[in-house]
C-alpha cells in the first residue's frame, strides 16, 4: 500500500536535499511505499531547481509548483489533491518535523485511528510563541470540543477518505482535525520530536495568531450551525431583541408616569441615552433574524446536493448505484 508525504514549500532550499534523505531513510529502513510529493509555493530562491533535481534522481519524488504564493492551505489542498496514496502525511519543509516519527503515525493509524495529529510537546521556538501558541490551543479545544494540545503542528497524518469530506480552503489547513471530528471520524494524538530550526527563518509572524482566531470562529460556526446557521443567529437576534423590547416597555412606562404626574419631574425620553441603545439593540435583533432566515434558505437551496453526515461502513449495494445500474433482462 502506497502512503503520501505532501510537504508544501517556500524558500527552503537548504533543508531540501536534507529533508529528502532522511524521507528516503525512514521508508528504507521500515520497508515503506512512499511517494514525496513536494508542493513549491512561490518560492524566490533555487528551492524549485532543487526539487527537480530530486525528483531526476528518485522517482518517488512528486512536485507541483505555484505561478506565486498562495498560502500554506492552498499547496497542502493541491498535494492532496495530487496524492495517489491511501494514508496522506503532511509536514513542513524546514527539518523542524522529524521524519523518522513516521512510524509512530503508522502504528496509531493501524491502531483505528483516522487522523492523528502531532504535538510538540517540547517546542524549539521563542518563548513568546510557545505562549501564544499554548493559549489558542486551548481556545480551540474550549470551543471546538476537540480536545488537542497542538492544534498548530503541522505534521499529521489521515486516511485518504478524510479529505473526500473535508475540504482545505482559506487558512484551515490547522482545523482540519476538528472539522473531520465533527463528521465523526476518530482523532488521536501524538508527541513528537521539534527539532530547532536550523536553515531560514518563520514563515510565520505574530499576525497569524489574530488571522487564526477569525478561522477559528468560522470553524466553530461550520462545525455547530453549517446545517441551522439560524440557531446561532436567531438566537442572537431574539436575546438582543428582547433586551431592546424589555427596555423599551420600560421607558415607555416611565415616558406615561411622566405625562401622569407632571411633579415628579422625570428626565424627558430625548434626554436618555438608553432610547437609542434600546432602538439599536431592537434593530439588531430584528436584522440578526432575518439573516437567520436568509441563512436557512441558502442552507436549505445549496445544501440540497450536500450530504448532512458521514457514512462509515456500507452493507449491500447503496440506492444510488442500484439506480444506475442496467435493468436485469426479464426474458425468458
Not at 153 to 180: M, Q, S
Request: charged letters at 25%; glycine letters at 8%.
Amino acid at each position: 500500500m502506497i502512503h503520501s508525504a505532501v510537504i508544501p514549500v517556500c524558500n527552503e532550499q537548504d533543508s531540501l536535499r536534507e529533508l529528502h534523505a532522511e524521507l528516503c531513510a525512514v521508508a528504507d529502513r521500515c520497508k515503506l511505499d512512499f511517494e514525496w510529493i513536494f508542493v513549491d509555493d512561490g518560492s524566490r530562491d533555487a528551492s524549485w531547481r532543487i526539487i527537480r533535481e530530486l525528483g531526476v534522481a528518485d522517482h518517488r519524488v512528486r512536485a507541483i509548483r505555484f505561478r506565486r504564493n498562495f498560502g500554506k492551505a492552498a499547496a497542502l489542498d493541491a498535494g492532496i489533491r495530487d496524492a495517489r496514496g491511501a494514508l496522506i502525511f503532511t509536514l513542513d519543509a524546514d527539518l523542524q518535523d522529524d521524519p523518522s516519527e513516521i512510524p509512530r503515525f503508522l502504528e496509531l493509524i493501524a491502531a483505528g485511528n483516522d487522523v492523528v495529529s502531532g504535538w510538540k510537546k517540547v517546542r524549539n521556538d521563542p518563548w513568546e510563541k510557545k505562549i501564544a501558541s499554548k493559549l489558542f490551543n486551548r481556545l480551540v479545544s474550549t470551543l471546538t470540543g476537540v480536545k488537542l494540545h497542538d492544534h498548530n503542528c503541522g505534521f499529521k497524518c489521515y486516511r485518504r477518505e478524510v479529505f473526500d469530506e473535508v475540504r482545505l480552503y482559506g487558512e484551515l489547513h490547522r482545523f482540519v482535525p476538528v472539522l473531520a471530528a465533527a463528521r465523526g471520524w476518530t482523532i488521536a494524538e501524538l508527541t513528537v520530536n521539534h527539532r530547532p530550526r536550523s536553515h531560514g527563518k518563520s514563515k510565520y509572524g505574530f499576525r497569524r495568531y489574530f488571522k487564526g482566531l477569525l478561522d477559528l470562529l468560522t470553524v466553530y460556526f461550520l462545525t455547530g450551525y453549517q446545517q441551522r446557521p439560524q440557531h446561532l443567529l436567531g438566537t442572537i437576534g431574539i436575546v438582543s431583541f428582547m433586551l431592546g423590547f424589555a427596555s423599551l416597555t420600560y421607558l415607555g412606562g416611565h415616558w406615561a408616569l411622566a405625562q401622569l404626574y407632571p411633579d415628579w419631574k422625570l428626565t424627558p425620553l430625548h434626554q436618555r441615552p438608553a432610547v437609542i441603545y434600546s432602538l439599536g439593540a431592537l434593530l439588531f435583533g430584528g436584522q440578526l433574524m432575518s439573516m437567520g432566515f436568509l441563512a436557512e434558505l441558502i442552507t436549505s437551496y445549496y445544501g440540497r446536493d450536500v450530504a448532512a453526515y458521514s457514512v462509515r461502513e456500507r452493507i449491500g449495494t447503496p440506492r444510488s448505484v442500484a439506480d444506475q445500474a442496467p435493468p436485469a433482462d426479464q426474458s425468458d
